[in-house]
Structures are given as C-alpha cells and as structure tokens.
C-alpha cells in the first residue's frame, strides 16, 4: 500500500474546515486524479499526504509509515522518497535551474555534498538529462528569475523527475501551460510513474487532462470525497454536480492527444 488515510480531517487555526473525513487508499503504481471546483480541499489533501500538513484528526499511512509518529530524522527520510509539484514551485529566484533540478536529491544528500553542489551541481549531466524531456536544455544554466511562467513551472517538474520519488504529487502542475504543452507535461509525469513504479496522485482543474491521463477519478467538494471511480464510469452528471458553484465542468480546450516528447520541440514554448 502506497498511503491510506481513514476518516482524515483538518481544521485551520481560523476555525474554516478543510477536509472532513476523508478516506482513501492506494496501491504502489496506482495513477490517481483528484478534482473539483476552488477550495475542496484538493491541495490540504496532497499536504497531508506529503507529510507537509499534519491532520487534525483521522490517521495517515504514507509509504508505510505513519508521518507524525516519527522521530524528527526518520520523518526527514520519509519525506526525501516524497516528491511533490507545486502550482507555484518554491524555488529561490537566483538560483540557476541546474542547481534547482538537483535539489530534488536534497533530502538524500549529506550536507556537505548539498552545500558543494550550490557552487559546483554535482549532476550536470542529470539535470540535463530532465530537463531535455521536457525541452529545457537550453536553460540549464539560466538564472530562475528570468524564466517564464511556464517554463519555472516546467522546472519544478524536471526537479521532481530527477528526484525519482517513491510517492509523486502534483498540484496543479501545469495551470501555467497551454493546452498542448500541459498534456505533454503530464504524459511525462505517468511516464516516471511507470518507469519507476511511483504512485502518482495529481491534483488537476482541467477534467479533460484527468481523464486522459488517469484511471482513477477522486471528486472532492468542500473538503469531502464525493466519488471514488474508474475514469470511465465517471458521467457528465457527476461532473456538474460538482461544479455546480463554478457555473459547470471545469474542462480545458486541449488539442488532440500528442506524444509528450513531441509537444516539447516547439520553438514557441512559453
């Protein structure tokens, strides 16, 4: 079992309730989406599950552990073997993208090597290797600041791709691409997870990539698990129940289905 949660709930400081008791499992490997409209939930529940967030009541097994349970360097492990894409990715502005892409390994370095590989990357030839599925290459030795949207956001995928984690999580990982370049960057998101065997939990506002991508289609709403379905038994009924608060189902225009590698040798990516 890759992670389980049984009756899992958060409750903010401010009092507002975030999830209400969630229960959900998944085996090793398993593809899973989670969508819904703004504000169900779907980013507390990645927090939770990447050990990041601690929940206010229920209990969660990650990886076979359960996080809060744990000494501090036992937790520091367990987190190295989670990766997580952040709609926004934490990346310090002067920092260059190599340097970025190597991070992902932070947490299974000794603080020596992390502390040379600021100066000197460690793994050029790595990052390298990332970032061309991705068609970054040619930025490897950019400063972060002066990268697009898009493109930051493409490197806060190759970061995760080169730490090779056991458990992926994807938060919204590509609000900032176009349709053509967001189907392509999750075809390599399933890639790693069938290369590696790594779960791969992603939360997504565009139903139509989810469904694509993804066998198993998590509905989430005001903080609780309103389906739990194969892709395809999923209907456009549920769909706009859902999103009922939204005005309808949030799908994005995508292109035809292309080969992820072949979406990335546009000269115009963003």
């Not at 703004?38 to 601690?54: E, F, N, Y």
Request: charged share 20%.
């Amino acid at each position: 079992m890759s992670f389980s949660l049984e009756g899992v709930g958060v409750v903010h400081p401010n009092g507002q309730r975030a999830l209400a008791g969630v229960t959900l499992a998944a085996r090793d490997g398993e593809r899973i989406a989670v969508i819904g409209p703004s504000g169900a939930g779907k980013t507390t529940l990645l927090r939770v599950l990447g050990a990041a967030l601690r929940p206010t009541e229920g209990v969660v097994e990650t990886l076979g552990a359960k996080a809060w349970q744990l000494p501090a360097a036992a937790l520091k492990k367990l987190r190295a073997r989670i990766g997580t894409v952040h709609q926004a990715p934490p990346i310090a502005p002067r920092l260059r993208v190599v340097t970025a892409v190597l991070a992902g390994r932070l947490g299974g370095w000794s603080t020596l090597r992390a502390l040379g590989s600021l100066f000197h990357p460690s793994d050029i030839a790595g990052a390298h290797e990332v970032l061309s599925r991705l068609s970054l290459e040619d930025r490897l030795f950019e400063r972060c600041d002066r990268l697009s949207g898009g493109q930051l956001q493409r490197v806060g995928i190759a970061r995760v791709l080169y730490q090779r984690p056991a458990l992926l999580l994807a938060d919204e990982p590509v609000s900032a691409l176009d349709p053509t370049l967001a189907d392509a960057a999750i075809g390599q998101l399933v890639a790693q997870s069938e290369s590696t065997g790594a779960t791969l939990l992603a939360s997504l506002h565009a139903v139509d990539l989810a469904l694509r991508w993804f066998p198993r289609i998590v509905g989430m709403r005001n903080g609780l698990v309103m389906f739990d379905l194969p892709a395809a038994q999923v209907t456009a009924a549920m769909l706009d129940a859902l999103y009922a608060s939204e005005g309808g189902v949030a799908v994005q225009k995508s292109a035809q289905p292309v080969a992820a590698e072949a979406a990335f040798t546009r000269p115009d990516c963003p």
